[in-house]
């Protein structure tokens, strides 16, 4: 049951933890770039379902984490540190790898994640294809760790952990779709590729504040 009164108290870490999902969302990664190759090949329509199957993937693999999450804290008291600083490490292992990538000369993306071939595939075919990409993506899975690392701590309500994976599954499927909308037009991967530099260096920032707020327990 929701204590509406309890909302504020709560509120900046799940604003935290929705902010740490854009930022992960605007790291190039297998998603990413596998929505660039269908949508800047294949057209909008098969951008969308890839979208949406990399949303609902998302979705899954948050709720897997989350009720995985709650049924450990049932039986070991010291889940939630192990698990916050797991998290931890992880984002300042995406800060190093962020920082290191805006200092270095970068690598025009090919897009071919999904290779062309002259077959006809269905909306759900598409779908299946994002849907699978991102299940099977171990990045996707330590990083919903992280989120959930964020807004989820000891004695939190689990309503708050829900809001976290719904909303995250939310945004992640709204903001691939736009992502396949923009990634349809080559001006737009032409100007992501140009500020690819300065968007790493704000990650690797952001990934390196939150890391250590979670390892410093806060």
Not at 183 to 196: E, K, V
């Amino acid at each position: 049951m929701i204590n509406f009164a309890d909302i504020g108290l709560y509120l900046p870490g799940i604003l935290l933890a929705y902010a740490a999902l854009m930022m992960g969302l605007i790291s190039p990664g297998p998603a990413l770039l596998g929505l660039m190759g269908v949508s800047l090949e294949r057209g909008r329509r098969a951008g969308h379902c890839f979208a949406i199957g990399i949303g609902t993937g998302s979705l899954c693999i948050g709720i897997l984490t989350l009720t995985g999450l709650s049924a450990l804290l049932a039986t070991w008291a010291d889940a939630m540190t192990a698990i916050r600083i797991a998290g931890g490490l992880y984002l300042l292992w995406l800060a190093f790898k962020a920082l290191r990538s805006a200092f270095r000369p970068k690598r025009q993306p090919d897009g071919n994640t999904i290779a062309p071939d002259g077959k006809h595939i269905s909306a759900m075919g598409y779908f299946t294809r994002g849907l699978g990409l991102h299940l099977t993506n171990p990045k996707a899975i330590l990083t919903w760790i992280a989120i959930i690392s964020i807004g989820f701590a000891d004695g939190t309500p689990l309503w708050v952990g829900w809001v976290i994976v719904l909303g995250c599954g939310t945004i992640s499927t709204l903001v691939h779709f736009a992502y396949a909308t923009a990634f349809s037009t080559r001006p737009a991967i032409s100007l992501y590729r140009r500020a690819a530099r300065w968007i790493d260096g704000v990650l690797g920032i952001f990934f390196a504040a939150v890391g250590i707020r979670l390892l410093a327990g806060r």
